[in-house]
């Protein structure tokens, strides 16, 4: 059973738009969650990672947030550029130790037109 | 920042054909994984280790053994290769399995 859904599946936007992207978990218990950028046929980069309850957090253009009580993450991507298209994938560590295992979701795949 | 390789990047083998996929990781991490990712599907584990001679059975193991040799080497092996292990291979590595780092990928296509 998937445990990691992400939404929209895919999603076009234009040059200098911005963009959200969904992630919903059932995962239990949830330690931490973070999202990764992955460019077509290359390996995954770590965006930004949230922790806390309600967290959120920057990284340039990228902004998430996180609602532990409702199990849902978003990743705000703000005048997004050509480079931005990728698949974005969320994944969720259900310990914060090598213990734990990483349950990841399928990916938004985001391209960015002129 | 942790440096993972996979070799080779691109595979080709037939129905039966046996495959080593190798990574190897420069930063002394002690935990190695390798995951295959399939369209629709989130990256799935196969399997991992903490150490070098220790093996761990991830969530997808049918099909698939794998060796750490060493620190810095873990090695996917499929001795009687199948369609459905079609896919692009993954290796990542950490210290504590808190952030993982991962390799570009090794693209394989059994025929």
């Known amino acids: 059973k998937t445990q990691v859904e992400q939404s929209p599946q895919s999603l076009v936007v234009r040059q200098g738009e911005n963009c959200v992207l969904q992630c919903n978990y059932s995962v239990t218990p949830d330690n931490h969650l973070r999202w990764f950028k992955q460019d077509t046929g290359k390996g995954l980069v770590s965006l930004t990672v949230?922790?806390?309850?309600?967290d959120k957090t920057s990284n340039g253009r990228y902004s998430a947030t996180l609602d532990k009580d409702a199990k849902h993450s978003t990743l705000h991507i703000t005048a997004t550029l050509l480079d931005d298209t990728a698949t974005y994938i969320c994944v969720v560590g259900d310990r914060g130790s090598a213990l734990g295992r990483l349950h990841f979701g399928a990916g938004t795949q985001l391209i960015v037109i002129p | 920042e942790a440096a993972v390789t996979q070799s080779p990047r691109n595979k080709v083998t037939v129905t039966g054909g046996n495959v080593t996929l190798s990574c190897r990781q420069t930063n002394s991490h002690n935990y190695m994984y390798w995951y295959r990712q399939d369209t629709g599907h989130g990256l799935r584990l196969i399997h991992y280790s903490y150490g070098a001679g220790n093996l761990q059975i991830g969530d997808v193991p049918d099909g698939y053994k794998a060796t750490r040799t060493t620190q810095e080497d873990f090695f996917l092996l499929l001795e009687l290769a199948s369609p459905s292990q079609t896919s692009l291979y993954f290796c990542?590595?950490?210290?504590?399995?808190?952030?993982?780092?991962f390799g570009p990928g090794t693209r394989l296509t059994v025929l």
């Open positions: 990542a590595s950490s210290v504590q399995g808190y952030e993982q780092y």
């Open positions: 949230l922790v806390h309850e309600n």
